[in-house]
């Protein structure tokens, strides 16, 4: 998923989602705080979305606030009843009420991105964005089927990994409490926790249907967005991006220029199990390897498009590049493999990518919880939608993710037939090699 960034365009701060989420038992969302909150000027408990409140003076259905749209109206008719009628008035819990009335309504969506955030959880911690935070060390995503969360990595030598959590896992319950239709959001903040204390997964592992209780103490995690990898045996290397951070461009080009002093002729962009991050960087990264033109665009509730175009100054737009993808690459992945297929910049291997293409945002209500919901959906330059459909690589090539390699090693080589693939492609671009396309 990407995560909210300042956009030069709008004062708002979005959130592209990818899980994941991205996605790290990282944070997946963060609120608007330059766009006017309308519930906040009010007093009261909130029994709308929109702002509009309710009081807890019994009145008459006729004495409803203007600003209840019609089809609305029997949500206030429904407690106006209810505060005149029912029999045990002492169970009348505004607050309560409220919280059921706006689930049901996002519920009613049926969009696995669109969820209510309650008080508890909606102050979300940015350490994720730093590269360093509490955690089990686990890149997650929305369920499509809302059954609970999915696992799209475990990060190298977190406690996730050591527990034997596997890219694909789908996390039931946390410490006995179903997750069954959780945001990321929910399910970042149920997990995440003090270093030293422990939380129970109930996880049902990929190819079995049999959940485990699976007890994992919490740490710190330190997860570099970068990691900068010599292909053993080649005139290449391998830039293995985990997560879009704002110091990722930065290591990018570093890890790229280190990497072309080094000898390198070609550079594997490794995006396989990347949730996203934000959107910046997403687009600063691919500035890198591009000259001009449009990076993605998206397109909003009322029909409207927003441009986010390639920034001049890219160091590497000619240097031979071959991406790989796999279908936990979400959000931001998919919107740099896609910018960099549409502009011819790259040879895509891999499997299909996630299908995270939706725009989200974060709105504060006055009760303070908040709404997360879908705002828009990104396209790549050439207008290919992302949303459900992802990303199709040029080259499909399969993995085993039970081999150890690719998704769950960052330096494995040997035995991962995508990066093996990658490397046939670099030879026949830069023709030293000659193979069938």
Same mark, same amino acid.
């Given at each position: 998923m990407i995560f909210p960034s300042t956009r030069s365009h709008s004062t708002r701060l979005i959130i592209l989602i990818a899980v994941v989420v991205s996605s790290l038992l990282i944070i997946a969302a963060c609120g608007n705080s330059d766009d006017e909150n309308p519930a906040s000027k009010n007093e009261g408990p909130v029994i709308l979305a929109d702002g509009t409140h309710a009081?807890?003076?019994?009145?008459?259905?006729?004495?409803?606030?203007?600003?209840?749209?019609?089809?609305?109206?029997?949500?206030?008719?429904?407690?106006?009843?209810?505060?005149?009628?029912?029999?045990?008035?002492?169970?009348?819990?505004?607050?309560?009420?409220?919280?059921?009335?706006?689930?049901?309504?996002?519920?009613a969506l049926d969009d696995r991105y669109t969820a209510y955030i309650s008080p508890s959880t909606f102050q979300i911690n940015q350490d994720g964005f730093q590269g360093n935070f509490g955690g089990i060390g686990a890149q997650v995503e929305a369920s499509p089927d809302r059954n609970g969360v999915i696992i799209t990595k475990p990060l190298p030598n977190t406690p996730a990994e050591k527990a034997g959590i596997k890219a694909g896992d789908r996390i039931l319950a946390v410490d006995g409490e179903d997750a069954s239709g959780w945001s990321v959001l929910e399910a970042v903040n149920k997990i995440r926790g003090e270093k030293g204390t422990d939380v129970v997964l109930t996880v049902e592992h990929v190819g079995s249907l049999d959940p485990v209780d699976i007890t994992i103490t919490r740490d710190t995690i330190d997860d570099p967005s970068v990691t900068v990898i010599d292909v053993a045996d080649t005139d290449y290397g391998r830039i293995r991006i985990s997560q879009f951070t704002a110091e990722t461009p930065k290591e990018v080009r570093e890890?790229?220029?280190?990497?072309?002093?080094?000898?390198?002729?070609?550079?594997?962009?490794?995006?396989?199990?990347?949730? #996203?991050?934000?959107?910046?960087?997403? *687009?600063?990264?691919?500035?890198? =390897?591009?000259?001009?033109? +449009? $990076? %993605?665009?998206?397109?909003?509730?009322? #029909?409207?498009?927003?441009?986010?175009? *390639?920034?001049?100054?890219?160091? =590497?737009?000619?240097?031979? +590049? $071959? %991406?790989?993808?796999?279908?936990?690459?979400?959000?931001?992945s998919e919107v740099l493999t896609g910018a960099l297929q549409d502009?011819?910049?790259?040879?895509?291997?891999?499997?299909?990518?996630?299908?995270?293409?939706?725009?989200?945002?974060?709105?504060?209500?006055?009760?303070?919880?908040?709404?997360?919901?879908?705002?828009?959906?990104?396209?790549?330059?050439?207008?290919?939608m992302i949303e459900e459909i992802g990303i199709e690589p040029d080259v499909v090539v399969e993995f085993d993710q039970e081999s150890g390699s690719g998704l769950n090693s960052q330096t494995a080589t040997g035995g991962d037939p995508q990066i093996q693939a990658a490397i046939k492609q670099l030879d026949f671009q830069l023709g030293e090699v000659s193979v069938a396309p």
């Open positions: 009081t807890q003076t019994p009145l008459p259905i006729a004495d409803e606030p203007a600003a209840v749209p019609d089809g609305l109206q029997i949500v206030w008719e429904t407690y106006s009843i209810l505060l005149r009628e029912y029999v045990i008035p002492e169970h009348i819990d505004p607050d309560v009420l409220a919280e059921a009335a706006v689930i049901g309504m996002l519920d890890g790229v220029q280190q990497l072309i002093d080094d000898g390198a002729k070609g550079i594997i962009l490794d995006l396989r199990g990347n949730p #996203g991050g934000l959107l910046s960087s997403t *687009v600063d990264v691919a500035s890198e =390897f591009l000259s001009d033109g +449009l $990076v %993605t665009y998206e397109v909003d509730s009322r #029909g409207d498009r927003e441009e986010w175009k *390639v920034k001049k100054g890219g160091h =590497f737009p000619d240097i031979p +590049l $071959v %991406t790989l993808v796999d279908n936990f690459s979400a959000s931001g502009h011819g910049r790259t040879v895509a291997i891999g499997t299909n990518t996630y299908g995270k293409g939706s725009v989200n945002l974060l709105r504060g209500l006055s009760n303070g919880g908040g709404v997360y919901l879908t705002i828009g959906r990104w396209f790549t330059p050439n207008g290919r």
